[in-house]
């Protein structure tokens, strides 16, 4: 059981590396209280309709993932420590 334990926390912490990187990648995708108020600009143009195939894009799926393997992780992780 504690090689078992030994690897999952391994990839834990690449994991969570992963997800501190990823996360510093990204551009700013909110416009913040301003936008919000003022209204932003259209969306109906090719960029907003193919930006899942942008790197800005790429990026959040792959943020997503992780972050999802993450909460996936901390339950296995949970449960391991308490057999």
């Known amino acids: 059981m504690d090689i ?3 690897i ?3 990839i834990y912490a690449v994991v969570c590396v992963s997800i501190i990187i990823l996360t510093f990648m ?5 416009q913040g209280l301003s936008g ?4 932003s600009t259209s969306t109906d143009n090719f960029y907003e ?9 790429s990026l959040r799926k ?3 993932i992780m972050s ?3 909460a996936v992780l901390i339950i296995i992780l949970g449960v ?3 057999m």
Request: proline share 0%; net charge positive; aromatic share 10%.
């Open 4 to 6: 078992l334990r030994t």
């Open 8 to 10: 999952l926390i391994i």
């Open 26 to 30: 990204q551009k700013k995708g909110q």
């Open 36 to 39: 919000a108020i003022a209204g």
């Open 49 to 57: 309709k193919n930006k899942g195939r942008t790197k800005e894009g």
């Open 62 to 64: 792959w943020t997503k």
């Open 68 to 70: 999802i393997t993450f």
């Open 80 to 82: 391991v420590y308490v």
